[in-house]
């Protein structure tokens, strides 16, 4: 499925309630500039959850980059807009 | 397979619990445990370099935690190669790199050396919870003033539509119609040709893929999509999920199995989102 970025935040945003129950309160301000760790507090065990949830629901593999190079929201997009180019 | 408490042999697979992840090693003696990477504690992450697989003592292996040892049960045993073998190949890794945490992890190398077969029970536990798990999910719109044919429809349904003499009744239906298959598409990566639509005796259309259900009144749209039975009314009270939105207002009851999964969209032509507590009186 062909996705635009918008689409693909919003997509992340309900795997980010997968990864961290407590994302719930947060979902109205999370964006792109969102920090995964600073803002949302997602720990490594969170961090796996998303990486193997948006591999599943974007049908692509986290081959070639470690969980820590994940700064922000934003940057799991553009990761994600990469594979699917 | 079980994992416990007890004396260690050469050649086992061990463990240490850490948070809610397991840190895995080859025992090959007191002095010798051999492991992808060092145990992940906080002053391990600080150490810079690459992981890579090493060997250390079973102390610093075991960073003050319980170390459990495998226990094959007899079709494992038949499975994994001699102790012999086990501890050649991990100290034939010794000095390897190319860690991932997902893809290439301490618990896929115990399981090469002992099985010879890359797996990581962990992740794949993960990756079970995330497909399996309960979806509930409910798209809400405003109906256009004209809905035009978008082929997204099932023929049979179509023609159904088309032959709806009220043309406002026709323009609502019409409309749910696309918002399941958006919600088909977005909730359970299906297009309705594939959802196996089918009308039952009494009317009701059914799929074999999902659950689903769709409400219209005043120019607003419910249609609510789940894995579990599920049924959606707009502006009525009752069910097990009440809601009242905001923008567009507009009350959305749900009766569902999995309520405790509910999730509301706004789809809007040109964007869908995910509804948060503020979209909500």
Known sequence: ?85 | MKWEPKECQPGDMIRIRLGRFYHYGIFVSENEVIQFGLPPTAENREKEGEVVVLATDINTFACSSIVETACPDRSELKKRFPPEKTIALARSRIGQGGYHILHHNCEHFVNECVFGDSYCAQAEDARQRWLNRPICDVYVAVIPQEVSEDGTLPEKRNREIDKIADPDRQRQERFCWQLLSLAARRSFHLELQDAGLKRRLGGKWVSSRFHFSVSYENGLAAVAVSNGTVSVAVGQQGGDVVRTLREPHMTVSLSAQHAAAVKFFLSEPDQTVLLGKQAFE
């Not at chain 1, 918008?6 to 997509?11: A, G, L, P, R, T």
């Not at chain 1, 961290?20 to 065990?45: P, Y």
């Open chain 1, 1 to 85: 499925m062909k996705m635009n970025r918008n689409e693909i935040i919003e997509k992340l945003k309900e795997i980010l309630l997968f990864a961290d129950d407590s994302s719930n309160d947060k979902i109205d301000s999370i964006g792109a500039e969102t920090h995964l760790q600073n803002d949302l507090g997602l720990t490594s065990v969170n961090m796996l959850y998303l990486i193997i949830a948006t591999e599943e629901e974007f049908g692509i593999r986290f081959t070639d980059i470690g969980m820590n190079e994940f700064g922000t929201v934003g940057d799991v997009a553009d990761y994600i807009e990469r594979k699917l180019s």
